[in-house]
């Protein structure tokens, strides 16, 4: 079998560079367009004591010794996110960061094990705000690299068209014909109703295993029926996560049962994580022990909690943040089939 060519073969190169130099133009329109608003480019450390603590992310940690000899344990960040909180606890009021990250155990077409996140913040802003701003970028990049489409693989979305709002709930119920909020307790720091909802998705052909938890198979729904789904013809904001699914999110206020969170979807990739951040450092530090245990249970493996983290949430004011897949935004308005084909130096 013969061995792939690799990018740095000149002929691979200069096949390669056009899209590539589109990618910078488009990093370019994205910068004057957050400074335009008053934004502050900011630069996340990304060595950090703890990457994250979400049940299914994975990180990649390293070894670092001190100048008092002892060895220490940190981690390349999954997300700036921990370091941005800090800086708008610190007083910055808009902010953003094109960060590299590293995530583990991910593969295929439109991951990669390292990446560039764009990631921002607004203070006393409601996170419907962040949705005007996803629309703007879908716009703005389409634009930059003069296309009237978004594709991936025979897939096209309209990035001029306002995205299309979509409840998790009704999603649920349109694309598998299962009522969620009927597994969900009024108290969202209670358990939801497993064995309901495990019922309902068997009862639609959905696989459930006897060791699956309410997560395990909400997701595995969410996966089969309802992501494949989404964003054709128009992107679609997926809004209104269970508290359960948005450990970082601060609850709905006209239902506790769901939280401010949304994802951003086009022609069926995810390209943004957004949030209504909780600034509850108590209730916040009870969802991490939450996740770590469901980690450890499934993974055998947790990670630390940040305690300056959480101290700093103590002082951090209302906020909402967003992180968004720079890759995958470039991949889309390009139409390039893998997110390796807009990535200078992508793994050989």
């Known amino acids: 079998?013969?061995?792939?060519?690799?990018?740095?073969?000149?002929?691979?190169?200069?096949?390669?560079?056009?899209?590539?130099?589109?990618?910078?133009?488009?990093?370019?329109?994205?910068?004057?367009?957050?400074?335009?608003?008053?934004?502050?480019?900011?630069?996340?450390?990304?060595?950090?004591?703890?990457p994250g603590n979400e049940t299914h992310l994975h990180a990649l940690g390293v070894w670092i010794t001190g100048d008092d000899g002892e060895r220490r344990r940190r981690f390349l960040h999954t997300s700036p996110e921990f370091a941005m909180k800090k800086?708008?606890?610190?007083?910055e009021t808009k902010i953003f960061d094109f960060a590299r990250v590293w995530r583990n155990r991910e593969g295929g077409p439109t991951h990669a094990t390292e990446f560039t996140m764009l990631e921002w913040y607004r203070v006393?802003?409601?996170?419907?705000?962040?949705?005007?701003?996803?629309?703007?970028?879908?716009?703005l990049a389409a634009e930059t690299v003069g296309t009237k489409h978004l594709d991936h693989r025979s897939r096209r979305c309209d990035p001029f068209l306002e995205p299309q709002r979509l409840?998790?709930?009704?999603a649920f119920a349109r694309h598998a014909g299962i009522d969620l909020l009927a597994t969900l307790p009024q108290d969202p720091t209670a358990e939801p109703d497993r064995d309901t909802l495990a019922a309902l998705a068997a009862a639609n052909g959905i696989r459930v295993d006897d060791d699956d938890g309410?997560?395990?198979?909400?997701?595995?729904?969410?996966?089969?029926?309802?992501?494949?789904?989404l964003g054709d013809g128009r992107a679609v904001i997926l809004c209104e996560y269970p508290s359960r699914e948005a450990a970082l999110a601060r609850p709905c206020a006209h239902d506790p049962r769901v939280a401010e969170r949304f994802e951003l979807w086009a022609c069926g990739v995810e390209l943004a994580n957004a949030f209504?951040?909780?600034?509850?450092?108590?209730?916040?530090?009870?969802?991490?022990?939450v996740e770590m245990e469901a980690k450890e249970r499934i993974y055998g493996e947790r990670y630390p909690i940040d305690a300056d983290f959480l101290a700093a949430l103590t002082i951090m004011p209302a906020?909402?943040?967003?992180?968004?897949?720079?890759?995958?935004?470039?991949?889309?308005?390009?139409?390039?089939p893998r997110i390796s084909d807009v990535i200078w130096t992508p793994e050989s």
């Open 214 to 229: 309410w997560s395990d198979v909400f997701s595995r729904i969410l996966a089969e029926r309802i992501e494949p789904a």
């Open 124 to 139: 006393g802003s409601p996170y419907e705000t962040l949705m005007a701003d996803c629309a703007d970028l879908l716009g």
């Open 319 to 336: 906020t909402s943040g967003i992180a968004a897949g720079f890759d995958r935004l470039v991949m889309l308005a390009l139409g390039a």
């Open 276 to 289: 209504g951040e909780l600034t509850d450092p108590v209730e916040q530090r009870r969802r991490f022990e």
């Open 1 to 50: 079998m013969k061995a792939a060519t690799p990018w740095w073969d000149p002929t691979t190169h200069a096949d390669r560079r056009p899209a590539l130099l589109a990618r910078n133009r488009v990093k370019s329109a994205i910068r004057r367009h957050f400074e335009a608003q008053g934004f502050t480019e900011v630069e996340s450390t990304c060595l950090q004591v703890s």
């Open 87 to 91: 800086l708008v606890a610190a007083g």
């Open 167 to 170: 409840t998790v709930a009704e």
